[in-house]
Nanobody, 119 residues
């Protein structure tokens, strides 16, 4: 059974940095896409960044230039380096992994890690 475990969240002052990690287990296949979402209190979950198996990346406009997504394909691990953090980045951050196999897509989510940015 595929499991995603996030780590690296915490409390940081505005302007600071954090690095989130998401380690996947339970599969021998490399995920086609891995990414990060976040959900702030009272708001819907929103997409933050994604990286394909080939290394192509995309970012939400709100984090472009401040966040960097990367992955270790051999370990099925994805990272999110967050610099220049703002109070509005405060949210629970979730890892998501997409796997295409046997003609179907399967989607997996982690449990989330809290990021709090103080002003």
């Amino acid at each position: 059974q595929v499991q995603l475990v996030e780590s690296g969240g915490g409390l940081v002052q505005a302007g600071g940095s954090l690095r989130l990690s998401c380690a996947a287990s339970g599969t021998m296949f490399s995920f086609n896409v891995m990414g990060w979402y976040r959900q702030a209190p009272g708001k819907q979950r929103e997409w933050v960044a994604a990286i394909t198996i080939g290394g192509s990346t995309n970012y939400a406009d709100s984090v472009k230039g401040r966040f960097t997504i990367s992955r270790d394909g051999a370990k099925n691990t994805v990272y999110l380096q967050m610099n220049g953090l703002k109070p509005e980045d405060t949210a629970v951050y979730y890892c998501k992994a997409d796997l295409y196999r046997g003609g179907r897509w399967d989607y997996y989510w982690g449990q989330g890690t809290q990021v709090t940015v103080s002003s």
